[in-house]
């Protein structure tokens, strides 16, 4: 019996882990006015991680940092992967072109420099990708539960 404790605890270990894999440790910015961020069932959308520093970050992996200079390329390849393989694609009537319908969701360290996600965002606007909806992702004030109305 006690065995099959052990086991349990390791695997709900292991399941956790994995679960977190996606998100740096990260001081998000704070949002008074926000609408809750609730994707889509069964949608596994792409989380960009972007530290203090400009160091983007995808699943623990460095895809660009400022040591790189102007060398996007593999974020450019990233950025690809995501529309052209992870994203739902649709047929838009307007432009006769065919685009990534899933959003891209950045998660930026309160104290990263505007200029980084401004980059990631031109470059989501590269003719190959076309990525056109970004989310940013932004952090609730301590004191959200207090202005919350009380239920009846």
């Given at each position: 019996?006690?065995?099959?404790?052990?086991?349990?605890?390791?695997?709900?270990?292991?399941?956790?882990?994995?679960?977190?894999?996606?998100?740096?440790?990260?001081?998000?910015?704070?949002?008074?006015?926000?609408?809750?961020?609730?994707?889509?069932?069964?949608?596994?959308?792409?989380?960009?991680?972007?530290?203090?520093?400009?160091?983007?970050?995808?699943?623990?992996?460095v895809f660009w940092q400022p040591s790189d200079g102007e060398n996007y390329s593999?974020?450019?390849?990233?950025?690809?992967?995501?529309?052209?393989?992870?994203?739902?694609?649709?047929?838009?009537?307007?432009l006769k072109r065919v685009l990534p319908q899933d959003a891209l969701l950045i998660r930026a360290d309160r104290w990263t420099e505007m200029h980084h996600i401004a980059k990631i965002m031109e470059l989501c606007g590269n003719q190959k990708i076309l990525i056109w909806k970004v989310e940013l992702a932004v952090g609730e004030p301590k004191d959200a539960d207090s202005k919350k109305k009380p239920s009846k």
């Amino acid at each position: 019996m006690i065995d099959c404790i052990f086991q349990l605890i390791i695997f709900f270990f292991l399941i956790i882990d994995l679960q977190n894999k996606e998100l740096e440790p990260l001081v998000l910015p704070k949002a008074i006015h926000a609408i809750p961020d609730e994707p889509e069932p069964g949608r596994k959308r792409p989380i960009l991680n972007v530290r203090q520093d400009g160091t983007v970050v995808y699943r623990t992996k460095v895809f660009w940092q400022p040591s790189d200079g102007e060398n996007y390329s593999k974020l450019l390849k990233l950025l690809d992967y995501f529309a052209n393989t992870l994203m739902v694609k649709k047929m838009d009537p307007d432009l006769k072109r065919v685009l990534p319908q899933d959003a891209l969701l950045i998660r930026a360290d309160r104290w990263t420099e505007m200029h980084h996600i401004a980059k990631i965002m031109e470059l989501c606007g590269n003719q190959k990708i076309l990525i056109w909806k970004v989310e940013l992702a932004v952090g609730e004030p301590k004191d959200a539960d207090s202005k919350k109305k009380p239920s009846k």
